[in-house]
């Protein structure tokens, strides 16, 4: 009579599952700490393959194939200066923007987080000695990310003005009407945006992080 109610040894019962047992060749090894990569983001276009992530570091991977080499080496082409800057997949915009998150690149193979950098550098004996929040850049992150909410192409603003890899629309007429969106809803995606990524930066969430890295 009660099959369709758990009983409180039944809710007992209910197995805790270590992430390693997630381990297959479905879900690779997370470069940067080891554990299991899970599916994140189904691929789309403008994308190399779909995207998984790791429940442990947060880092982000783009296709199937994920090595140590390959993450170090995309950590080196976000090199600011003295600085590495991330786009933060532990940000809030990546939690708000999900599929549609600035962050997420054409060019994105790996989607890092200040503790995914700070595992994945220790391969090469290094530390992250300083992490601040870059506040033009994470704005913009975060706008951009309000207003792929409302087009159908991806970073259509910020690529226009050289500051991201866009995804533009299919059809001439979905382009089309995604300009005019990006004009029309400017300025208020702006006002929304500025509040969400202050808050994000208080904290520790903002979308846009500088690592400064020092040899042990
Ligand atoms: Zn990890």
Redesign the pocket.
Same mark, same amino acid.
Do not use: M
């Given at each position: 009579m009660n099959a369709g109610r758990a009983t409180p040894s039944r809710q007992r019962r209910t197995p805790v599952v270590a992430l390693e047992a997630g381990a297959g060749p479905e879900n690779p090894p *997370?470069?940067? !700490? +080891?554990?299991p990569?899970f599916g994140w983001i189904d691929a789309r276009p403008g994308l190399a393959g779909p995207v998984s992530r *790791?429940?442990? !570091? +947060?880092?982000g991977a783009v296709g199937s194939a994920v090595r140590v080499e390959d993450a170090l080496e995309a950590l080196d082409r976000v090199r600011d200066g003295e600085a590495i800057r991330i786009a933060n997949r532990a940000s809030f915009s990546a939690w708000i923007g999900g599929a549609g998150w600035a962050g997420l690149q054409p060019s994105s193979r790996y989607l890092f987080t200040p503790e995914?950098v700070r595992?994945l550098v220790a391969n090469r004996d290094q530390v992250v000695s300083k992490s601040r929040w870059s506040p033009g850049a994470g704005i913009a992150t975060m706008w951009q990310t309000v207003l792929n909410g409302f087009t159908f192409g991806r970073n259509v603003a910020l690529g226009r003005l050289g500051r991201a890899g866009a995804v533009h629309a299919e059809r001439p007429w979905q382009r089309r009407l995604d300009a005019l969106i990006c004009v029309v809803v400017a300025i208020p995606a702006l006002l929304v945006a500025v509040p969400l990524e202050l808050t994000a930066a208080a904290t520790r969430r903002g979308s846009t992080v500088s690592l400064h890295l020092e040899l042990l």
């Open positions: *997370c470069p940067a !700490c +080891g554990e990569l *790791c429940e442990s !570091c +947060g880092l995914s595992r």
